[in-house]
Structure formats: C-alpha cells, structure tokens
C-alpha cells in the first residue's frame, strides 16, 4: 500500500493524486498520526544566534 502511494506522489504539487480526486496531507494529519497535541504553549528551542545574544546579554549585565 505504501508503495502505491509513493507512486501516486507528485512532489511538484505536494499532493497524492488518486483516482477519485486529489489529496494533501495535512499538519492535522500528521498530529493525529502521531499522536501529537495540538493545544498549549509551543515548545522552543534556542538557536545558535539567540544563545550567543543571550549569553552577550548576561555578559553585558554582568559587568554593570
């Protein structure tokens, strides 16, 4: 089955085209799929940039 769908992937469009119409996947799919929450505060990460301006900040503050 998997790989029928891969067969009927057109990535130019990013859609599967079926016999009957045409399908996308959605980012509810994918929560649903993988069993993710989709309510709450996000989860963050710090970049590379933002940490070196955090840690200049602290250093600056530092100093005072």
């Known amino acids: 089955m998997l790989t ?3 067969e ?3 990535p130019n469009t ?3 085209h079926l016999l009957t119409s045409e399908c996308t996947i959605t980012l509810e799919d994918v929560a649903i799929i993988l069993g993710l ?3 709450g505060m ?3 990460r710090l ?3 933002s940490q ?3 840690m200049d900040e602290c250093m600056d503050q530092s100093l005072i």
Request: aromatic fraction near 10%.
């Open 4 to 6: 029928s769908l891969i």
């Open 8 to 10: 009927k992937w057109h």
């Open 14 to 16: 990013h859609t599967f």
């Open 37 to 39: 929450r989709s309510d």
């Open 42 to 44: 996000p989860i963050l």
């Open 47 to 49: 970049t590379i940039s």
């Open 52 to 54: 070196s301006l955090l």
